[in-house]
């Protein structure tokens, strides 16, 4: 069980923002809330991750709600190379089993020229 | 720094033998964690190592399954006589700590003939 929800897909146009919820009303004070994402036929790949406070890095930026019962990951900029399944992952504590990620179905994210 | 690195890419099994995936974890990084991800389904984790032991197997099936990390060279993943149900992806990651951010590999692409 992942407990995460997660829209099955969203569709974005290039170089416009993009907003991927993530509810997570179960999360734990011990977990962080990571994001990965999966490009067509490659492995997963980290974007960020983050525990109470927003954060950005030169991927992507994860507005965390005050309750910690939602987060959403922010791509500034889509491009057709964020095209991709995006995972939202509570890891830590009470996320997984010994440090094991669990993947849920995540967010297919189209983006049109 | 050379990323996590996994051999072969592809691998094409007749019923019945044995597949050997070998994953080299990134540079420093002591925790290894293999996850399969069947055709058109999420990524499962199967199980998590450490440096010659097993931490949590609890994603791996009971029979023909089995992994280890030896103190030196790559973690192996190994399945003795393989069945058409076991072609998938096998992605193999490695974190520098348990419940740290993980690095993924490009996958075995494990096709059963």
């Known amino acids: 069980d992942a407990k995460t929800t997660q829209p099955n897909s969203m569709e974005s146009n290039e170089e416009e923002p993009v907003h991927l919820p993530c509810n997570h009303s179960?999360?734990?004070?011990?977990?962080?809330i990571h994001w990965y994402r999966q490009l067509p036929s490659q492995g997963p790949e980290y974007v960020i991750h983050?525990?109470?406070s927003n954060v950005n890095n030169r991927m992507a930026s994860l507005a965390i709600a005050e309750d910690r019962k939602s987060s959403t990951l922010i791509l500034h900029r889509a491009t057709l190379r964020d095209a991709a399944v995006y995972y939202c992952?509570?890891?830590?504590?009470?996320?997984?089993?010994?440090?094991?990620?669990?993947f849920g179905k995540g967010t297919k994210l189209s983006v049109k020229p | 720094n050379a990323g996590v690195m996994q051999n072969p890419r592809h691998l094409v099994r007749r019923r019945g033998q044995e597949a050997r995936l070998r994953c080299s974890p990134m540079?420093?990084?002591?925790?290894v964690y293999w996850y399969r991800q069947l055709p058109e389904e999420g990524l499962k984790f199967m199980v998590y190592?450490?440096?010659?032991?097993?931490?949590?197997e609890s994603g791996m099936p009971k029979e023909r399954f089995s992994a280890e990390f030896p103190k030196e060279g790559p973690s192996i993943l190994r399945i003795q006589q393989v069945v058409r149900g076991d072609s998938a992806a096998y992605f193999c990651?490695?974190?520098?700590?348990?419940?740290?951010?993980?690095?993924f590999g490009p996958g075995t692409r494990l096709t059963v003939l």
């Open positions: 992952i509570r890891h830590g504590g009470g996320g997984g089993s010994q440090g094991n990620l669990i």
């Open positions: 179960t999360i734990s004070g011990t977990d962080y």
């Open positions: 190592l450490q440096k010659e032991n097993i931490i949590d």
């Open positions: 983050g525990l109470t």
């Open positions: 540079k420093g990084h002591s925790h």
């Open positions: 990651a490695s974190s520098p700590f348990v419940a740290d951010t993980q690095y």
